[in-house]
Each structure stands twice: as C-alpha cells, then as structure tokens.
C-alpha cells in the first residue's frame, strides 16, 4: 500500500476512537498566539484538518472564516458533525488546488507529521502559495528525523519528519519569515511547533 493511502485508510478505520482522545492535546495557548497574528476577518485554512475539534471549533467560535481539508472521510464527517459552522473539503493537502493569496492563516497540527517527508518542501511552498501577503502559517512536526509505519489505536499508520533544523529550512526557503519556533510538550508528546508569515 502507498504510504498516504495508509495514512487515509487508517485513520478512516480510527476516526471515531481518535476523536475521543483528541482533547488530552491542548494548544489553547498557541492558537491563542496565532490568532493574535491574524486580522479580525481573516480566513483560514485548517490542514489537515481530522475531525475538526478542537482547532476548527475553537477559529469558528471566535468568529473567523473556517476551511477544513483531509483526505479521510470518516474524519471529515465527525468535523461536519461537531463544527458545522466551517467549511469541509475532501482533499490532499500537499496538492492544494486554491487560487493564490486566498488565506489569512493557514493552521496545521499533528498532521503534517503523516506527510512523506519527500512532499515536505512542495507542502510547504503551496502553503506560502495560498497564503495572502502577511498571511501567517502555524504548524507542527516532528522534533526529530523519524520514519516508520507502527500500529498506532488498532490500526496501521505511517509517519515521517526530518529534523526540526531541516524543517525550519524548509519553511524559509518557501520564502516565509519565521516569527517563533519551540519544541512543545503537549498531551504527552513533543512536537516542534513554527509561527511564519508570507
Ligand atoms: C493526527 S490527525 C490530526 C487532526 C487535527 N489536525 C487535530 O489536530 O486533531 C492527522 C490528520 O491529518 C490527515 N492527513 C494526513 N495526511 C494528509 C494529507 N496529505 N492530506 C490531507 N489530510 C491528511 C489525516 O487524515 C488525519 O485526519
């Protein structure tokens, strides 16, 4: 099996179990940071979005423009379930078909971690992409370099990052300024967390 179909097919197998650990993750205070960084009207693009709480719940509760994007069904039907005031699409985030310059803020949490890290580059280029000009992208990956297909809820499950130094790389060469990076312990895991802006 392709490495993204077994990241799909896992998850849709997962969806319901997933989200019902989901909460132990809190990013309160760095969504609270983002969102500090963006305009009042802004639109935004949840990447990766998986069921839709609480990042896409959290956006659209403060009254921003929500557009969520998975490729695993079963995830997006609990995020039309649980957020049905953001916008939900079926789709492959590092093949992002939006016009340019159409987001304020692009988010992306625990997903990119799912990517081949061979997509990482064009990923993050497509990010600056859709991003509007000052436009701010905030996500995580991985700390260090790891690849590995592992059981993960029951399930099979692919993952795959370079080092954060590469990673950070990756993101200037796409052209964005960073504006903070950390290595964060939340929920139990540590994940490596960049504020950038177009
Ligand atoms: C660990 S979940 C995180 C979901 C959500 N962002 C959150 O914080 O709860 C990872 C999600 O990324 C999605 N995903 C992984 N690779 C993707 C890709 N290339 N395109 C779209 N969705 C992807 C999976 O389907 C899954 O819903």
């Given at each position: 099996m392709k490495k993204d179909d077994v990241v799909r097919t896992g998850y849709n197998k997962i969806a319901a179990k997933y989200n019902a650990t989901?909460?132990?993750?809190?990013n309160e205070t760095e969504l609270e940071y983002f969102i500090s960084l963006?305009?009042?009207e802004a639109r935004i693009l949840d990447a990766g979005?998986?069921?839709?709480?609480?990042v896409a719940k959290f956006l659209v509760d403060r009254g921003y423009s929500v557009t969520g994007i998975d490729f695993s069904t079963s995830m997006l039907n609990l995020a039309r379930q649980q957020v049905p005031e953001a916008e939900f699409l079926k789709g492959d985030m590092t093949k992002l078909t939006f016009?340019?310059?159409?987001?304020d803020g692009i988010v992306s949490t625990y997903?990119?971690?799912?990517?081949?890290?061979?997509?990482h580059a064009t990923l993050y280029k497509n990010f600056y992409r859709v991003l509007k000009p000052g436009g701010v992208l905030f996500f995580s990956t991985g700390p260090d370099e790891w690849e590995a297909t592992e059981n993960y809820m029951g399930t099979t499950m692919f993952w795959s990052h370079p080092p954060k130094e590469t990673s950070l790389a990756l993101v200037k060469k796409a052209g964005f300024e960073i504006i903070r990076d950390e290595v964060l312990k939340r929920g139990g895991e540590t994940h490596y967390w960049i504020f950038a802006r177009k």
């Open positions: 989901r909460g132990q993750f809190r963006l305009p009042k979005c998986g069921t839709g709480v609480p016009p340019a310059n159409s987001f997903a990119i971690i799912h990517v081949p890290k061979e997509k």
